[in-house]
């Protein structure tokens, strides 16, 4: 059973940053390559930013790349997203998942999610 638990999502205002965590369990970590995904209210869920499973590769959205830092952590089965100069259109609920293909196919098993709210 894959289990995918993020959390970090909160209010914030423009400008601001905050860090989304991701604990992952039921799969072998350290082998899967990963990405975040959000979902903005009235939108299909979008591809955010992804990293292999080495952590030495990643790939980002244009919209968040220079802002956005994906990382992880295989001792502790952990993804971040480090989120910078937020905006607004940032607001969304946050997923992370493991990818089924380098770098933007989700396998399909998704968390709770975490709400980021940004306020202009």
């Known amino acids: 059973q894959v289990q995918l638990v993020e959390s970090g999502g909160g209010l914030v205002q423009a400008g601001g940053s905050l860090r989304l965590s991701c604990a992952a369990s039921g799969r072998t970590f350290s082998r899967d390559d990963m990405g975040w995904f959000r979902q903005r209210p009235g939108n299909e869920r979008e591809f955010v930013a992804a990293?292999?499973?080495?952590?030495?590769?990643?790939n980002y959205a244009d919209s968040v790349k220079g802002r956005f830092t994906i990382s992880r952590d295989n001792a502790r089965n952990t993804v971040y997203l480090q989120m910078g100069s937020l905006k607004p259109e940032d607001s969304a609920v946050y997923y992370c998942t493991a990818l089924a293909s380098w770098p933007r196919t989700p396998t399909g098993y998704w968390g709770q999610g975490t709400q980021v709210a940004v306020s202009s």
């Open positions: 990293i292999t499973s080495s952590g030495r590769t990643r």
